[in-house]
Nanobody, 125 residues
Framework: QVQLVESGGGLVQAGGSLRLSCAAS????????MGWFRQAPEKAREFVAHISRSGGNTYYADSVKGRFTISRDNAKNTVYLQMNSLNPEDTAVYYC??????????????????WGQGTQVTVSS
């Protein structure tokens, strides 16, 4: 049974930083590209960042490019999201997910088959 568990969320002031972690189990982690998504109240879930299976390729939403960094440690079965220069518009529940297949596009949430429960990030102004 695949399990993804996010952690590291919390309340931070604008301009601050947080590092999210997503620990995976029940799958061969190094065989899956991973993504981070977020969902704010009354908004659709949106793509934030993606990392390839080896970690050699990363992609970001324009809204977070230059501020967020996705990384992974395949030895620890964990993917990370370092978030810097946070602003109130980054407030959301953040989810990690495993891409169903490497041939699928990385942005659509529907291309991901396993999801964590999410971790709340709140940025105060």
């Amino acid at each position: 049974q695949v399990q993804l568990v996010e952690s590291g969320g919390g309340l931070v002031q604008a301009g601050g930083s947080l590092r999210l972690s997503c620990a995976a189990s029940g799958l061969t982690f190094s065989s899956y590209a991973m993504g981070w998504f977020r969902q704010a109240p009354e908004k659709a879930r949106e793509f934030v960042a993606h990392i390839s299976r080896s970690g050699g390729n990363t992609y970001y939403a324009d809204s977070v490019k230059g501020r967020f960094t996705i990384s992974r440690d395949n030895a620890k079965n964990t993917v990370y999201l370092q978030m810097n220069s946070l602003n109130p518009e980054d407030t959301a529940v953040y989810y990690c997910a495993a891409l169903r297949s490497s041939v699928l596009a990385y942005a659509p949430p529907t291309n991901y088959g396993s999801w964590g429960q999410g971790t709340q990030v709140t940025v105060s102004s």
